[in-house]
Each structure stands twice: as structure tokens, then as C-alpha cells.
């Protein structure tokens, strides 16, 4: 599996779009890059994965660039349960198991 | 979506006692993983349970310290033997499937061991 790099730690004003960069400059062409979360206390949370092309759903928007060699998670209007630790990683959906980096602590401000 | 539900979900226990821990699926899956979640760190994969068969185990796991059961497809235990402190985590049951292999997970069982 591709390694991916995360910043420790962003905040974001309520309201606000946070934006959460993930680099996966190894990810191979069978790859999906998959984000989760995980609010204090509790089992981590799909959010939403993509291949290449851009995906959103209620929760986020991924964008992946042209390369795939990075990705972007958009929380269009971040609210205080937003806050939270978040993991992208990069993943053959034909995986089995699924490993977790160290993730970005996302702390919405109200 | 998947429910998983796991029992205890949080315990305190005596150092070189065992904690036998229950994770329960709403469906049959062929993979059930557990993670180990220690103070202030992400996730580590323990072991993958397949049913019928031994669990694989990840490098610094072994099936002494976590012995693991999956009798059927819809149920796994793990157990965590002789604890110490350093045992004190969160244990998490997981599961993949669906469209897109999403894992799931059970909302975790807070181990502090004194």
C-alpha cells in the first residue's frame, strides 16, 4: 500500500470549509484513496473514497489531482462535531485490511 | 452500512488477568479484524479472523499474548492474556464490505489494566 502524508494538526473557524490535504505521491494505479475519521472515543467513521475522478456525498467532497499524487478532503461547512482525527489512506478496494497512518487532528473553532 | 457491536466496552483489570472481548456483525462477513488503539496513537492491526481457520497475525503480535476465536460468520472474540499496563488501549472490532470494500467499525473497548 502507498504511504500517505497528513499534516498533524489544522483548525478551521464553524462555518468555514476546512480543507485537509493528503500526499500519496507512491499510490499505484489500482489504488483508491479512502478517508476516515475518528471522533475522541469512538471507532473510526467512513467518509468517502475516489480513484481519480472527484467524489462527494452528504458528508465531504474528495478531490484528487490530475496525477493522483495528492488528494484533498473539503468539509464545505465545518461544524464543532467535525472535530476529529482524520486518516487518509491509499488502498486496492480488492484489500483486505486496511492500515491507519497518524492522521490529521481537525479542531473546529466555534 | 455494517453494525457491529462489541462487549465490554470498557473495563479495568488486575495486571496478569485475561479479558475476553466480543464483537457481534448484523450480517455474515468472511474477514473480522481487530485493532489496538493505544493513548494518544492511531490505529494498529492485530490479527485478520477468518472463519474456520487460525487468525494472521501482524508483525509484534502473537497468538499467545491474543488469542482469537471466530466459531462462525457473524462472531469473533479476542482475548487479551496476562495484561500489564502497557496492555491499557482501545480494542476495536472491524469488518469489511459493500460496494467500494468499506471497513466498518464497532465503536471500541476501552481496556485500562492496573
Known amino acids: 500500500d502507498a504511504k500517505t502524508t497528513q499534516p498533524p494538526s489544522m483548525d478551521c473557524a464553524e462555518g468555514r470549509a476546512a480543507n485537509l490535504p493528503c500526499n500519496h505521491s507512491t499510490i499505484s494505479g489500482n489504488e483508491y484513496v479512502y478517508w476516515y475519521r475518528q471522533i475522541h472515543s469512538q471507532g473510526p467513521q467512513y467518509i468517502i473514497h475516489?480513484?481519480?475522478n472527484n467524489e462527494t456525498n452528504e458528508m465531504a467532497s474528495l478531490i484528487i489531482t490530475e496525477d493522483r499524487k495528492s488528494s484533498t478532503l473539503i468539509l464545505p461547512h465545518a461544524t464543532l462535531r467535525d472535530t476529529a482525527v482524520y486518516y487518509c489512506?491509499?488502498?486496492?478496494?480488492?484489500?483486505?485490511?486496511?492500515?491507519f497512518g497518524s492522521g490529521t487532528r481537525l479542531l473546529v473553532r466555534p | 452500512s455494517a453494525v457491529i457491536s462489541q462487549k465490554p466496552s470498557r473495563d479495568i483489570c488486575q495486571r496478569g488477568t485475561s479479558l475476553t472481548i466480543q464483537c457481534q456483525v448484523d450480517?455474515?462477513?468472511?474477514?473480522m479484524f481487530w485493532y489496538r488503539q493505544q493513548p494518544g496513537q492511531s490505529l494498529t492491526l492485530i490479527a485478520t479472523a477468518n472463519q474456520g481457520s487460525e487468525a494472521t497475525y501482524e508483525s509484534g503480535f502473537v497468538i499467545d499474548k491474543f488469542p482469537i476465536s471466530r466459531p462462525n460468520l457473524t462472531f469473533s472474540t479476542l482475548t487479551v492474556s496476562n495484561m500489564s499496563p502497557e496492555d491499557s488501549s482501545i480494542y476495536l472490532c472491524?469488518?469489511?464490505?459493500?460496494?467500494?470494500?468499506?471497513?466498518?467499525f464497532g465503536a471500541g473497548t476501552r481496556l485500562s489494566v492496573l
Open positions: 489512506i491509499a488502498d486496492r478496494d480488492s484489500s483486505y485490511k486496511l492500515i
Open positions: 450480517s455474515q462477513v468472511t474477514m
Open positions: 472491524s469488518v469489511r464490505r459493500g460496494q467500494g470494500n468499506i471497513q466498518y
Open positions: 475516489g480513484l481519480k
